[in-house]
């Protein structure tokens, strides 16, 4: 990774080669045959740091952004009010660090009394917290200079006095290190050691979520998707666990060369559960045919709404508790689309293939009585064979009881006039079956199935 | 039984000082001389149940009717995955079964009716799963089978005639035929061998039912469809009706 002429960071087997980070350009070329560098790009840097500063809200409202003026930048939480319900700084610390790794990135977490300290402690690498104020410049002491925010040239000035760490610059006078650095220095070791005090501007997230990934490569393979979009739909949890609120659909954007695939995602009801969410992208990928490869990758909820919550119950273990249908409707229709499932519902109206209608699952309507009805109807009534004015299906049929007269619709053009009787079939089915009335020949059709 | 014994059983209450988990039993069919004969007394939960009838028709779904009224009274899910025709609504409310917890799925592949079947089951969300999966392999019958064992719901599976000569992973295998009239039931696997002889059985009496509504004055409305006709020769008319309640 490199920044104008300079190295800023490097991997492990480029380190083992003898790159080191602020070395020139030009000098770990030489060192490394076949050096590839990467340009910083501060703006996704910045864009990630938000996603994780959303992400990051479900711990604490109070979450600033550090950006580094060189060097990655950070994030500080002030955790004071979230230890008890988090179960403490080492549960949370876990979890951050957990969290980060769902999404894709590798975090360094510290703590500390001081927000500068934390940070100047993270900087250092991780190491188990500190939460005793006395505690504080003893364990800044071993930490290299470099941890510090200031310039180049000062940091420079000081290694060539001999200066390493940052207990060596505290054992220095006062007055003379504020002579030769200027306030700015001392001002820094002061807020760390909370000696001054810190004013933070606290990150306000987004109304809408919006997070986006770029591929490394170029992908197909709908597994590849749905590995990647997960570390989005971790920072979407986040995001809806900070605002206390559940979302009914979300987008997920596909970025090809050119063009650009939206998968929509919508839900039963509102809902912030991630692990839910990335069952539904799945099946909703898998379902998709990529005409293209897939470039880049991003996921957006534009409405945020409020989400009932559950009570859990006292006796009742996860085993017995019913499922949740909404979630398998969801998941359903995920994969077979929003009109393969349905709840049915009667309707009143005389001719039977309008008595019934598609609705919402759940949704009930108004009991009907009707006469004896199959349990199955036929999509289309299929007209049947006749010798001599009897009908036949797989042999003569046996007229059980009828007519029902059914003489209706003349008004919308899909004019009834039919007798409906039970038949049996030779086969001992019992059938529904109508002859057409009002025509000049009249026809035998079979319309339902006592199932 | 006692009401209370009944609940006890049915593992409604949690007692302290006993293991959580409830005997397994069945749900009523709602036919005594077909619950005799079931193990658990009933169709059983949490174990796939074949259907194997002779023909559409014959009561073969209207045989679950009991069961299925009962288990939406619950307020549990029924679920109909790729039925063959579609469920119609005013047969199914007359069943007494609640609407408002019937879900229908509608796959366009045998591959997408066996993912729906299992997970329905493996939602614990439903109290009875019915799938018409078309052909099935024995590896996709021990899939559903492994499905159905985790789950609460009762599992229908309803399959060809033919189907009866290949071996199955099922719990409880039923061979179903018209008969006169009547169902007639044969368990050709169940846990405790199979059973000769058939079991008659007369679901949801449609005949009867029509009869009865012929009898039943019309109510007094003066709608055209309510109005006396002239009686076509040899048959009694049955004047369509609709009553909202």
């Given at each position: 990774m490199a920044e104008n002429r300079h190295v800023l960071d490097c991997n492990a087997a480029a380190f083992a080669q003898g790159v080191r980070p602020r070395m020139a350009r030009a000098a770990a070329s030489a060192l490394v045959h076949g050096l590839r560098f990467r340009e910083r790009d501060v703006q996704a840097e910045r864009a990630a740091l938000e996603g994780v500063a959303g992400w990051a809200g479900c711990y604490t409202p109070n979450v600033a952004l550090v950006a580094g003026p060189a060097g990655p930048g950070g994030l500080l939480l002030e955790v004071s009010g979230s230890l008890k319900l988090f179960g403490g700084v080492p549960a949370i610390a876990a979890g951050l660090a957990h969290g980060a790794a769902e999404m894709g990135l590798t975090a360094c977490v510290a703590c500390a009394p001081t927000a500068h300290g934390a940070w100047l402690l993270a900087r250092g690498g991780a190491c188990s917290p500190c939460t005793a104020l006395g505690d504080l410049a003893r364990r800044l002491q071993p930490l290299p200079v470099e941890v510090l925010g200031c310039e180049a040239r000062t940091l420079a000035t000081l290694e060539a006095v001999g200066v390493r760490t940052l207990g060596e610059v505290l054992a220095l006078p006062r007055a003379g290190l504020a002579r030769r650095f200027g306030a700015e220095l001392l001002g820094e070791l002061d807020r760390a050691l909370g000696v001054l005090p810190d004013p933070r501007e606290f990150f306000s997230p987004p109304e809408r979520f919006h997070a986006g990934l770029e591929l490394p490569a170029e992908v197909r393979d709908a597994g590849a998707l749905v590995f990647a979009l997960r570390r989005l739909i971790v920072q979407l949890g986040g995001f809806l666990a900070a605002r206390d609120g559940g979302i009914q659909r979300f987008r997920i954007e596909l970025f090809h060369k050119e063009t650009r695939t939206d998968v929509e995602v919508g839900l039963v009801r509102p809902g912030r559960d991630a692990e839910h969410f990335a069952l539904l992208a799945r099946e909703k990928l898998s379902a998709l045919a990529l005409r293209e490869p897939v470039r880049r990758i991003a996921l957006a909820a534009d409405e945020i709404l409020a989400v009932a919550h559950e009570n859990l119950d006292l006796l009742d273990d996860t085993l017995k508790r019913p499922g949740d249908w909404r979630s398998l409707i969801e998941r359903l229709r995920a994969r077979l689309g929003n009109h393969a499932v349905s709840g049915i519902a009667t309707h009143a109206e005389h001719r039977p293939e309008a008595a019934w209608r598609v609705t919402e699952p759940g949704v009930r309507g108004s009991a009907l009585e009707f006469g004896t009805r199959p349990l199955w109807l036929l999509q289309k009534p299929k007209r049947l064979e006749e010798v001599g004015a009897a009908p036949q299906c797989g042999g003569a049929l046996a007229l059980l009881a009828g007519p029902e007269r059914i003489e209706s619709g003349w008004w919308d053009g899909h004019d009834a006039t039919r007798d409906y009787f039970i038949a049996r079939a030779p086969t001992e089915s019992l059938l529904w079956v109508y002859r057409e009335r009002g025509t000049e020949r009249a026809h035998w059709y079979l319309h339902g199935i006592f199932g | 039984m006692h009401p209370?014994?009944?609940?006890?059983?049915?593992?409604?209450?949690?007692?302290?000082?006993?293991?959580?988990?409830?005997?397994?039993?069945?749900?009523?069919?709602?036919?005594?001389?077909?619950?005799?004969?079931?193990?658990?007394?009933?169709?059983?939960?949490?174990?796939?149940?074949?259907?194997?009838?002779?023909?559409?028709?014959?009561?073969?779904?209207?045989?679950?009717?009991?069961?299925?009224?009962?288990?939406?009274?619950?307020?549990?899910?029924?679920?109909?995955?790729?039925?063959?025709?579609?469920?119609?609504?005013?047969?199914?409310?007359?069943?007494?079964?609640?609407?408002?917890?019937?879900?229908?799925?509608?796959?366009?592949?045998?591959?997408?009716?066996?993912?729906?079947?299992?997970?329905?089951?493996?939602?614990?969300?439903?109290?009875?799963?019915?799938?018409?999966?078309?052909?099935?392999?024995?590896?996709?019958?021990?899939?559903?089978?492994?499905?159905?064992?985790?789950?609460?719901?009762?599992?229908?599976?309803?399959?060809?005639?033919?189907?009866?000569?290949?071996?199955?992973?099922?719990?409880?295998?039923?061979?179903?035929?018209?008969?006169?009239?009547?169902?007639?039931?044969?368990?050709?696997?169940?846990?405790?061998?199979?059973?000769?002889?058939?079991?008659?059985?007369?679901?949801?009496?449609?005949?009867?039912?029509m009869r009865e509504t012929m009898r039943r004055p019309a109510p007094e409305t003066d709608h055209a469809v309510d109005r006396a006709l002239p009686p076509p020769p040899a048959a009694r008319i049955l004047p369509a009706r609709l009553v909202h309640g």
């Open positions: - | 209370l014994a009944d609940i006890l059983r049915r593992g409604l209450v949690w007692r302290a000082g006993q293991p959580s988990r409830a005997e397994p039993t069945g749900i009523p069919s709602g036919f005594p001389a077909l619950d005799a004969e079931l193990p658990g007394g009933g169709w059983p939960a949490g174990a796939l149940t074949e259907l194997l009838p002779e023909h559409a028709g014959i009561g073969e779904v209207r045989a679950l009717g009991p069961a299925l009224a009962r288990l939406s009274g619950e307020g549990r899910w029924i679920a109909w995955i790729a039925p063959p025709y579609l469920p119609y609504a005013p047969a199914l409310e007359a069943a007494g079964i609640d609407l408002a917890r019937v879900m229908v799925v509608r796959t366009r592949s045998p591959q997408d009716a066996l993912w729906a079947i299992e997970q329905a089951l493996q939602s614990g969300a439903c109290g009875a799963v019915l799938g018409w999966p078309g052909k099935i392999s024995f590896a996709q019958l021990r899939r559903l089978q492994i499905a159905a064992e985790g789950s609460p719901a009762l599992a229908f599976l309803f399959r060809s005639p033919l189907a009866a000569r290949e071996a199955s992973p099922a719990a409880l295998r039923l061979h179903l035929q018209g008969m006169k009239g009547e169902l007639a039931v044969k368990i050709l696997k169940r846990r405790g061998g199979p059973l000769a002889r058939p079991i008659l059985l007369t679901p949801a009496p449609v005949i009867e039912t």
